[in-house]
């Protein structure tokens, strides 16, 4: 029998127009809280909502709003100045992935008394200001896990970082956020999603757990590409995608990304270039190079993209997965390709360089090495 150790939040809330149940839970916390967010989102009231709803339930806001692509590391310092200053007693994270991770270190600098530096350099911090997540997007993937991924401006990379355990006390996670994307963000949000279930099926710290959530999750995620593409205007794919993100985070809680999520994410660091339309590139590649690692999920892989499979451990039917894959790309008004992206070859050198320290890696079957990091982005290219 297998083991595993599962850490999720306290509380998490999930659906449509769940957003008000945020004001109860953070005044469960105390009655000052700092919003962590990106300017953007005062589109669509995003931000005066959540303010409103705080503060009908006597909770006093002060609001950092002012991140941007390209914020530097150090500005996880001056936030959590400024959480100290105002003695705020709860922080949340309002946004997409980046936003969270710099939320989620800000949560741990303010209260450990440390310096954004301090998690780069690998110490982890002991405590944590109370954090709650509130993702505008059903891209999610460490939201059950104590990481974080942060741009290192100085040294022109992207950093994971460690924090403190227990750091995410809650979760809302409200499918009305996912109706305000556009619909080629929605999509390439899917296959970002979906690089991240694949190899968090294939990965060998996987358990029976793990395995049903994600290969669920592929499932999911492939028919809501499908449905979006279809009619992207029928919000219904939004929420399969939204749900199937939470049930990709949920396994990705006892296993982890590997190739794909750490060369994403080190583009995305060197680059500042959209980290899921990356993801969606690199997904295919991917999927080869996990393929002979362990034909039979391979085989389970093709199976959950709707390829016909004769025998679902037959090596025959494993490289059907990547040609499934290939087959949703060709109906994604996506870029196909990195070169795409305005990038060459030797730029995505650089990137795969970076990717080498990125603690992902041991998520891979059989390891990893540089050259096999090389190879796959020019294969990409």
């Given at each position: 029998?297998q083991?595993?150790?599962?850490?999720?939040?306290?509380?998490?809330?999930?659906?449509?127009?769940?957003?008000?149940?945020?004001?109860?839970?953070?005044?469960?916390?105390?009655?000052r809280?700092?919003?962590?967010?990106?300017?953007?989102?005062?589109?669509?009231?995003?931000?005066?909502?959540?303010?409103?709803?705080?503060?009908?339930?006597?909770?006093?806001?002060?609001?950092?709003?002012?991140?941007?692509?390209?914020?530097?590391?150090?500005?996880?310092?001056?936030?959590?100045?400024?959480?100290?200053?105002?003695?705020?007693?709860?922080?949340?994270?309002?946004?997409?992935?980046?936003?969270?991770?710099?939320?989620?270190?800000?949560?741990?600098?303010?209260?450990?008394?440390?310096?954004?530096?301090?998690?780069?350099?690998?110490?982890?911090?002991?405590?944590?200001?109370?954090?709650?997540?509130v993702?505008?997007?059903?891209?999610?993937?460490?939201?059950?896990?104590?990481?974080?991924?942060?741009?290192?401006?100085?040294?022109?990379?992207?950093?994971?970082?460690?924090?403190?355990?227990?750091?995410?006390q809650?979760?809302?996670?409200?499918?009305?956020?996912?109706?305000?994307?556009?619909?080629?963000y929605?999509?390439?949000?899917?296959?970002?999603?979906?690089?991240?279930?694949v190899?968090?099926?294939?990965?060998?710290?996987?358990?029976?757990?793990?395995?049903?959530?994600?290969?669920?999750?592929?499932?999911?995620?492939?028919?809501?590409?499908?449905?979006?593409?279809?009619?992207?205007?029928?919000?219904?794919?939004?929420?399969?995608?939204?749900?199937?993100?939470?049930?990709?985070?949920?396994?990705?809680?006892?296993?982890?990304?590997?190739?794909?999520?750490?060369?994403?994410?080190?583009?995305?660091g060197?680059?500042?270039?959209?980290?899921?339309?990356?993801?969606?590139?690199?997904?295919?590649?991917?999927?080869?190079?996990?393929?002979?690692?362990?034909?039979?999920?391979?085989?389970?892989?093709?199976?959950?993209?709707?390829?016909?499979?004769?025998?679902?451990?037959?090596?025959?039917?494993?490289?059907?997965?990547?040609?499934?894959?290939?087959?949703?790309?060709?109906?994604?008004?996506?870029?196909?390709?990195?070169?795409?992206?305005?990038?060459?070859?030797?730029?995505?050198?650089?990137?795969?360089?970076?990717?080498?320290?990125?603690?992902?890696?041991?998520?891979?079957?059989?390891?990893?090495?540089?050259?096999d990091?090389?190879?796959?982005v020019?294969?990409?290219?």
């Open positions: 029998m083991t595993f150790s599962l850490r999720v939040p306290s509380s998490i809330v999930f659906g449509q127009d769940v957003l008000p149940q945020l004001g109860q839970i953070a005044r469960d916390i105390g009655t809280a700092l919003i962590v967010s990106e300017s953007v989102l005062h589109e669509g009231q995003h931000i005066s909502r959540v303010v409103e709803i705080l503060k009908r339930s006597g909770v006093e806001t002060m609001i950092y709003d002012e991140l941007m692509p390209g914020s530097p590391a150090s500005t996880v310092d001056d936030i959590a100045s400024l959480a100290r200053a105002s003695k705020a007693q709860s922080v949340i994270g309002l946004g997409g992935m980046r936003v969270l991770s710099i939320a989620r270190c800000v949560a741990n600098v303010a209260a450990d008394r440390k310096r954004i530096g301090d998690l780069m350099e690998g110490h982890v911090p002991g405590s944590s200001i109370p954090y709650i997540e993702p505008s997007s059903y891209r999610n993937h460490l939201l059950m896990r104590p990481e974080a991924v942060i741009n290192d401006t100085l040294a022109g990379r992207a950093r994971m970082v460690h924090i403190a355990p227990g750091t995410v809650a979760a809302v996670i409200d499918t009305a956020f996912t109706q305000t994307l556009s619909s080629k929605a999509l390439a949000a899917i296959m970002d999603t979906l690089l991240a279930a190899e968090g099926y294939y990965a060998p710290t996987s358990t029976m757990f793990s395995d049903t959530l994600l290969l669920r999750a592929t499932r999911e995620l492939h028919a809501a590409a499908l449905a979006g593409v279809k009619n992207p205007s029928d919000g219904r794919f939004r929420m399969q995608a939204a749900e199937a993100g939470l049930i990709t985070a949920m396994g990705l809680s006892v296993t982890g990304q590997g190739i794909g999520g750490g060369l994403a994410y080190a583009i995305n060197r680059f500042s270039l959209p980290k899921s339309w990356v993801a969606g590139i690199l997904l295919p590649h991917v999927v080869e190079f996990l393929t002979p690692r362990n034909v039979e999920k391979a085989a389970r892989v093709a199976a959950a993209l709707d390829e016909p499979v004769e025998r679902i451990i037959a090596a025959d039917d494993a490289p059907r997965a990547a040609r499934g894959i290939r087959k949703l790309l060709t109906q994604l008004d996506l870029p196909p390709r990195l070169r795409d992206l305005d990038v060459t070859v030797d730029d995505l050198s650089l990137a795969a360089e970076d990717a080498t320290d990125f603690p992902l890696l041991s998520n891979v079957p059989g390891g990893v090495s540089g050259a990091l090389q190879q796959l020019a294969a990409a290219f």
